[in-house]
T-cell receptor, first 113, second 116 residues
């Protein structure tokens, strides 16, 4: 089915480890974003991209890197995991503009111990 | 950055009751969106609003874009158990253009529980 695919669904990391959260969409969407969701804080924007080769920082970018080499993929890299990065991460995409609504993936639940 | 204040944080209601929640901002927004998130899933778009004063319905859901451009409201009529979830407002500020279109900001969410 068409949509936004995130892998893995669950991950446990040790402090200091690095990893990449994968996000892929097959809808030819230009806009893609990464959000983290924490209890009582809603969804906070980490990084976003308005097209291949273009990325920008969101509200909480520290400790995360992104790149957008293709329209389909937008991986999120954790450079050196910290317990404060324990969260649920959502990738989202939009064809024209987020003003017309994002399509979200089902999330990656990350625990850093 | 932009901040959206959503209230109430949680609601516990009986099936059949009406529900109201709202979202406010200190800045002017030109787009308001309302999403619903069910357990284990990502948010799903319910309603989009683009003009001050606009009132839009989607079944039992009705949302309004405040005339000040700094607030929005979501009402759910005759609630049913499947309305359970977290409801989020989201918005784009006035003047968003170019790459700023990517900066969709979300409220903290309203957790809705419906008792049968």
């Amino acid at each position: 089915n068409a949509g936004v695919t995130q892998t893995p669904k669950f991950q446990v990391l040790k402090t200091g480890q690095s990893m990449t959260l994968q996000c892929a969409q097959d809808m030819n969407h230009e806009y893609m974003s990464w959000y983290r969701q924490d209890p009582g804080m809603g969804l906070r924007l980490i990084h976003y991209s308005v097209g291949a080769g273009i990325t920008d920082q969101g509200e909480v970018p520290n400790g995360y890197n992104v790149s957008r080499s293709t329209t389909e993929d937008f991986p999120l890299r954790l450079l050196s995991a910290a317990p404060s990065q324990t969260s649920v991460y959502f990738c989202a995409s939009s064809r024209v503009s987020p003003a017309y609504g994002y399509t979200f993936g089902s999330g990656t639940r990350l625990t850093v111990v | 950055g932009q901040q959206l204040n959503q209230s109430p944080q949680s609601m516990f209601i009986q099936e059949g009751e009406d529900v109201s929640m709202n979202c406010t901002s200190s800045s002017i927004f030109n787009t308001w969106l309302w999403y619903k998130q069910e357990p284990g899933e990502g948010p799903v778009l319910l309603i989009a609003l683009y003009k001050a004063g606009e009132l839009t319905s989607n079944g039992r859901l009705t949302a309004q874009f405040g005339i000040t451009r700094k607030d929005s409201f979501l009402n759910i009529s005759a609630s049913i158990p499947s309305d359970v979830g977290i409801y989020f407002c989201a918005g784009l500020p006035l003047g968003a253009g170019g790459t700023s279109y990517g900066k969709l900001t979300f409220g903290q969410g309203t957790i809705l529980t419906v008792h049968p």
